[in-house]
């Protein structure tokens, strides 16, 4: 899938997107995987929405810091990266694979996946946990596409994952179910019901919310407002006015800057069209859903594209530099740092508190 970098590339990194950056990078949406950890290819299965997103069947962190290498070549470039949260994967293969990732590569945080759909015992989490180095849950997404009927936060979030997730003080990265995404009332309520159950918890929703495009954005913003445990990161979010919307509505110190490599790895943007999200793509990448190959144009890595709606709306908002660089990095460590040790992690009520 690579496009190998150019002159121009390197040109246009050091002009436009260099000086945006801190010395490091904390890049807060990742993935590692390998199609050996699954039980099938989701675009081969005639499933609806299987081919919503076509990506690598083989992602493995080295990939990963490759790609990292390509868009951020001169920085220092950290993690938090987690596994392939469909119903293809076998989950204690995936797990596995995403743990020794992070064993093998210094500066990754991997997260677990979890959700009530994927059965598993509250035993079996904290061994995943306490054995794998996790941060916290990546929640499952228990279908194809983005056919989401009408699941609720409820049934991504469960019962076990909520006791642990405050017991233990995890992350859980949320990617917000629904059609309406977090513009819709239903899935704002779910939130703010999550944050409350779990003061210990830090939430981090994945894509803004799912919030692409500024009228998503609009909507969404205000029911986050007054939650101290909730932020958003900014995988695949490339139009600088919904970074803006959110800026101007809480703040610089909510926003973790993520990639979703790899997928932000495709040279394009991803673009609003009407009322949703079209990926612009050059030609070379499997066809998908939203995706649109074409031509004739120059495209950096839609990474880049990140960054830069970053920074256009740092500039519009006002925030400073400092403020800016907490986006690309210190916001996310400190997150990280807040959670206790993996391996130190309480046990919970009644249960001695490991050495
Ligand atoms: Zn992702």
């Not at 993935?31 to 699954?38: L, N, T």
């Not at 951020?72 to 119903?87: E, I, L, M, N, S």
Request: charged content about 20%; aromatic content about 10%; overall charge negative.
């Amino acid at each position: 899938m690579a496009i190998p970098t150019t002159d121009a590339d390197h040109t246009y990194y050091e002009q436009e997107i260099a000086p945006v950056l801190p010395p490091a990078v904390l890049d807060f949406h990742t993935h590692v995987w390998s199609a050996d950890a699954w039980q099938e290819r989701p675009w081969d299965t005639q499933q609806p929405g299987g081919r919503y997103m076509v990506t690598p069947e083989h992602y493995p962190a080295e990939q990963l810091l490759h790609d990292a290498r390509a868009c951020f070549p001169d920085r220092d470039y950290q993690a938090v990266c987690f596994g392939y949260p469909t119903p293809a994967a076998d989950w204690a293969r995936d797990t596995t694979c995403v743990a020794l990732a992070a064993r093998r590569h210094q500066g990754l945080f991997p997260l677990l996946l979890a959700g009530p759909a994927l059965g598993l015992t509250r035993a079996r989490y904290e061994q995943a946990l306490d054995s794998g180095g996790f941060r916290g849950f990546k929640v499952f997404l228990n279908w194809y596409g983005d056919d989401y009927g009408d699941i609720g936060v409820e049934e991504m979030v469960g019962p076990t994952e909520r006791a642990l997730a405050n017991e233990r003080g995890l992350i859980v990265m949320l990617h917000v179910p629904g059609r309406g995404r977090l513009a819709a009332p239903d899935v704002q309520a779910g939130v703010r019901r999550l944050a409350a159950e779990c003061p210990q918890a830090r939430i981090v929703l994945a894509h803004c919310g799912r919030c692409y495009l500024p009228g998503q954005m609009q909507a969404a913003i205000g029911s986050l407002r007054g939650l101290a445990n909730v932020w958003m990161d900014t995988s695949m979010v490339m139009d600088p006015v919904v970074l803006q919307i959110a800026l101007n509505e809480i703040g610089p110190g909510r926003l973790l800057f993520g990639t979703d490599f790899p997928v932000a790895a495709m040279r394009g943007r991803r673009v609003r069209v009407r009322d949703h999200w079209v990926d612009v793509v050059l030609p070379g990448y499997p066809p998908s859903a939203y995706r649109v190959a074409g031509e004739g144009y120059r495209a950096g890595f839609m990474a880049w594209e990140i960054v830069l709606a970053i920074r256009w709306a740092a500039e519009l908002t006002g925030i400073s530099e400092p403020e800016r660089d907490g986006i690309f990095h210190d916001n996310g460590m400190a997150l990280l740092e807040s959670g206790r040790a993996p391996h130190s992690a309480d046990r919970g009520a009644g249960n001695p508190r490991r050495p």
